[in-house]
């Protein structure tokens, strides 16, 4: 049963003559407990499809659905509470907030949604530990490293155990061994906790760790690869089928 | 697992606790605005303060200097016989006290030199009855003694006289041209008055006033005092219908006359502080603006994980208001200071000047009501604006990189007032 899917999704920037369909009837479903990957050239509008996805953007025409919530059709208000608790999100440049401690950064979704303050922080705590930051709860986001403020993003779109997670170029800003702890983390998230992911990458070597890979090109799923049961690790052969799909 | 009780005080608190941690990292920008509202607020308390002391203090010092509570001439401003006037207004219900007296403005040329009134070219001359007088005006002597009735040839002069003519005092004499010639009057006391020094007012007995203007067993005003709680308008309805339209009744305005002086003095002090929450508020207005283009990045990104457009527009007004109670409560503490220091101030005027060497600070409701309110709503609805504004950043805009256009455009808007902030 898909968890989300989406109906002929467009999205076109600009207006008249001047438009352009970032993307373009995009009809895609992502099944729950699934690690989908999205793949393709920059430009493609991989990340364009993840904001419509996660409620971040409205689409032009076409509609998503989260379960049986039409995304599309929400009203601000409801949206935002279905972003704060049906979505988690973790984006490239971490997204924190500068004032706040790596605990109090996870429980703000969980604070927006009303849940008392200790509750929120002893979740947020919980969260942290299973991100292996137990002993930084009360860090400032200065105060740690790239990989590490990518996992108190990674704890804080947990902390809700939201529907969908979505990533966008989580490793993107990290070195290869953060990046490493990152995506081993969503794998186990999916797992070990039957969190369904769609994660946005240009790295063969992270979308190797999905379970199907779509590849768009200009604003269309062009190709598709499952994944499971495959090695993993055939990151080479993710990097062929992205140049073919590039220069076709 | 998410509870589904909602608790909006800890949106409310977490929303505080972001607006302080804000605040705090930008203190230089955080103290400066909030300076305006501690300003604004301390002014417009302290005025609040003093105003009712000061008011009070002048209308207890202008009893004990004036006392008339009502003031009779006749219509055509000619003198008159005292008796039947005199009589007809004591018998009039809660008259406490009536006394006839002679006063006349008198022009004088410079005599210059000792004996003389200084640089006095303007007196009035007022002759009273030295026992009557008394019960409507209860003089206060700052030197030397009240007039007498068989007094001749003697004077009281007000002690400000010394601003004019210095070497006047007690024992000393100064002449005057009257309409028997020549007269030299010895100064007996000083009254502990300031007067009107552009026209000093010197009391003679009523007899030495008459033969001065030629005026024999004549007056030209009764001064009436009413008794305490009595309704003086009524009171004053009553000796005019007593005396008929051939006299003419004033309530002795110079009192509310100074006393609005006082009020308008004051309410220009009032002005300069609401110019300052003013400031206040555009200070606050421009700095949220240019924190919301600032902080554009972590409003999107909390837009992302769910905050609502009025949790935004909340969070930027509590942190206006952060401003705003400290400034205000600041602001009351500066202002009580200030006030204090008001009426010692004010205490060593009204000392000198007024015989009441003491004001009392009242600390009343409306002031502090008055200030809290003022140096909270500035902070409330500067703070609005810009809220809403930040309410309507969408998501997206923190997960991309800012507009140049909107950056340069907020820029511009900001520019100047963060120079002077940071001058």
Redesign the interface.
């Given at each position: 049963m898909s968890i989300i899917h989406t109906e002929s999704l467009t999205k076109i920037y600009g207006a008249a003559d001047q438009s352009i369909p970032a993307v373009h009837g995009v009809n895609l479903a992502v099944e729950e407990g699934e690690f989908l990957a999205i793949m393709g050239p920059s430009g493609s509008g991989k990340s364009t499809l993840l904001y419509l996805l996660g409620g971040l953007d409205r689409p032009t025409s076409g509609r998503v659905w989260l379960r049986d919530a039409d995304l599309s059709a929400l009203n601000d208000d409801d949206l935002s509470r279905v972003r704060r608790t049906a979505l988690g999100f973790v984006f490239q440049f971490f997204n924190l907030i500068p004032v706040l401690t790596a605990q109090e950064n996870v429980a703000i979704p969980l604070i927006l949604d009303g849940v008392p303050r200790p509750e929120a922080m002893k979740q947020a705590k919980t969260a942290l530990t299973q991100v292996g930051l137990a002993d930084r709860t009360r860090h400032l986001p200065s105060e740690l490293s790239g990989g590490q403020q990518q996992r108190v993003a990674l704890a804080r779109a947990l902390v809700t155990t939201p529907a969908v997670i979505l990533a966008d170029e989580p490793t993107g800003n990290l070195d290869s061994r953060s990046s490493d702890e990152v995506v081993q983390m969503l794998r186990r998230a999916v797992d070990d906790w039957k969190q369904t992911i769609i994660l946005v990458t240009h790295d063969p070597r992270i979308a190797a760790y999905a379970d199907r890979i779509v590849f768009l090109k200009d604003g269309k799923i062009v190709d598709e690869n499952h994944l499971k049961g495959q090695d993993q690790g055939k990151a080479d052969q993710i990097r062929v089928q992205l140049s073919k799909v590039a220069f076709s | 697992?998410?509870?589904k009780?909602?608790?909006?005080r800890?949106?409310v608190?977490?929303m505080t606790?972001?607006g302080l941690?804000?605040l705090n990292?930008r203190r230089l920008r955080t103290v400066l605005t909030t300076l305006a509202i501690v300003f604004g607020v301390a002014l417009i308390f302290a005025i609040n303060l003093i105003l009712p002391s000061a008011q009070e203090a002048f209308k207890h010092s202008m009893t004990s200097i004036t006392g008339a509570d009502l003031s009779i001439t006749s219509a055509s401003s000619e003198s008159f016989d005292p008796d039947p006037v005199l009589q007809q207004v004591a018998g009039v219900e809660h008259v406490e006290a009536v006394a006839g007296i002679l006063r006349r403005q008198f022009s004088l040329p410079t005599l210059g030199g000792n004996d003389s009134l200084g640089s006095t070219t303007q007196l009035q001359l007022i002759g009273v009855d030295a026992v009557s007088i008394q019960d409507v005006h209860p003089f206060v002597m700052s030197e030397g003694r009240f007039l007498q009735p068989d007094d001749t040839g003697k004077a009281v002069l007000p002690a400000g006289i010394a601003e004019l003519a210095p070497e006047l005092g007690v024992g000393t004499s100064f002449p005057l041209i009257t309409a028997g010639g020549l007269k030299f009057y010895t100064v007996v006391g000083l009254v502990a008055e300031q007067g009107d020094l552009s026209a000093p007012q010197i009391y003679v007995t009523l007899a030495d006033a008459q033969a001065a203007f030629n005026q024999p067993g004549l007056i030209n005003t009764v001064e009436v005092s009413v008794e305490a709680g009595a309704d003086q308008a009524a009171v004053a309805a009553d000796i005019q219908q007593a005396l008929g339209d051939n006299y003419r009744l004033n309530a002795e305005s110079n009192t509310s006359n100074t006393l609005a002086a006082m009020q308008i003095g004051f309410a220009m002090f009032d002005m300069l502080g609401a110019l300052a929450l003013f400031l206040g508020a555009f200070l606050i207005f421009n700095t949220f603006r240019t924190v919301v283009v600032e902080r554009r990045?972590?409003l999107a990104?909390?837009?992302?994980?769910?905050?609502?457009?009025?949790?935004i527009t909340l969070m930027i007004v509590i942190e206006s208001l952060i401003q705003g109670v400290i400034g205000t409560a600041i602001g009351l503490l500066g202002g009580f200071l200030i006030a204090l220091a008001g009426v010692n101030f004010m205490g060593k005027i009204t000392a000198t000047y007024l015989n009441r060497g003491w004001l009392e600070l009242q600390l009343n409701a409306p002031a502090i009501v008055g200030a809290v309110v003022l140096g909270l709503a500035t902070a409330l609805v500067a703070g609005y604006l810009p809220a809403r504004s930040a309410g309507k950043v969408a998501?997206?805009e923190?997960?991309r990189p800012a507009s140049a256009a909107s950056v340069n455009r907020a820029a511009r808007w900001s520019l100047w007032i963060n120079q002077l902030e940071r001058a």
């Open positions: - | 697992m998410t509870t009780t909602h608790d909006f800890a949106t608190w977490q606790l972001m941690r804000y990292r990045h972590d990104m909390l837009r992302a994980v769910g905050a609502t457009r009025r949790q998501p997206l923190g997960l």
